[in-house]
């Protein structure tokens, strides 16, 4: 006698009804045969095509199941190594842009220093010797009471003292002391500073003073004849130095801003307005005789470099 019901006798004596999760066995053996027959239909080729479309039609959404099941677990390496590459793709990006951010932020200095070397080519030119070029890497301290700066370079670049000290805009000082590597600069400015100076307009000779202040920077200008009024607005330039020690001729001092008496003597006197800003100094030349031995590029005055 067939029993049709679904339940079995386990090994204790018991009823034990089959597992509703497991597949049962004509469900697996049609698959079986399922697979089998495409097997068949691959090795036999076109002419059975309709029917191996007919199995395809029948199996397809298994197959499309089964893969997409899957593919979580098969994609897991392209995952791992999309992350990686993307990591690296973010690093890259971070180093570049840190690099963009510095160009931009030392941008405008390197483009001002720029113009500062051309400026210099173009004033060694100008006043028709070689210079020398230095940066400014310190001020002189405020107690003692005198305007100096000092350079970066000394008597291995061909540097001595007296001689001129220039920048883009005009004269800057002379060299007052000076090392092997280094040399201080007396600022005209300095309240001890006196530059002989010539007004262009006129070529009324003349002295001029430093005032101390490296704020506003003004100078102060005595002319020698007192009958002579410069006006406003004219430039005022250096009338030169035997040897061109320690102010070489043609050098731009500064413009006349105003004109007053002086109220002990009643002498006429001009306030000076400087070419250069004390304040900001960075690259300066200092005037050097032709054929100056240097551990340095020195700008010729024809403004090649040497």
């Known amino acids: 006698m067939v029993l049709l019901n679904p339940e079995r006798i386990n090994r204790r004596g018991g009823l034990e009804r089959p597992d509703p999760g497991t597949p049962k066995r004509p469900t697996v053996v049609a698959l079986l045969l399922a697979c089998a027959v495409l097997l068949v239909l691959d090795l036999t080729g076109p002419a059975l095509t309709p029917a191996r479309r007919l199995v395809g039609e029948v199996l397809g959404p298994l197959e499309s199941g089964a893969s997409t099941l899957a ?23 971070e180093d570049d842009n840190a690099a963009l951010r510095q160009q931009v932020a030392t941008a405008g200095f390197d483009r001002n220093r720029l113009a500062e ?3 210099l080519t173009a004033a060694a030119q100008n006043i028709g010797y070689a210079v020398v070029p230095a940066r400014v890497v310190g001020y002189g301290a405020s107690q003692s009471f005198s305007r100096t700066v000092t350079i970066d370079a000394g008597t291995s670049s061909g540097i001595a003292p007296d ?13 007052l002391r000076v090392t092997r590597t280094t040399a201080t600069v007396l600022l005209i400015a300095d309240a001890d500073s006196v530059v002989g100076g010539r007004v262009g307009s006129s070529m009324e000779v003349g002295f001029v003073h430093g005032t101390g202040n490296l704020g506003t920077g003004d100078l102060d200008l005595e002319l020698l004849d007192q009958t002579e009024i410069p006006a406003e607005g ?13 102010y070489v001729a043609g050098v731009p001092v500064g413009v006349v801003d105003s004109v007053y008496a002086n109220v002990r003597d009643s002498t006429q006197h001009a306030r000076i307005t400087p070419m250069v800003d004390f304040t900001s100094l960075d690259v300066v ?22």
């Open 117 to 119: 070397y051309d400026g």
């Open 234 to 246: 004219d430039t005022v330039v250096t009338w030169g130095s035997s040897k061109g020690a320690p």
């Open 71 to 93: 593919r979580p677990v098969t994609s897991i390496p392209d995952r791992f190594h999309s992350q990686s590459a993307l990591r690296r793709q973010v690093g890259r990006l």
């Open 163 to 175: 001689m001129t000290v220039v920048n883009s805009a005009g004269l800057v000082g002379r060299v």
């Open 285 to 306: 030349g200092v005037a050097v005789p032709s054929g100056t031995k240097s551990d340095r590029a020195i700008i010729d005055a024809d403004g090649r470099l040497k």
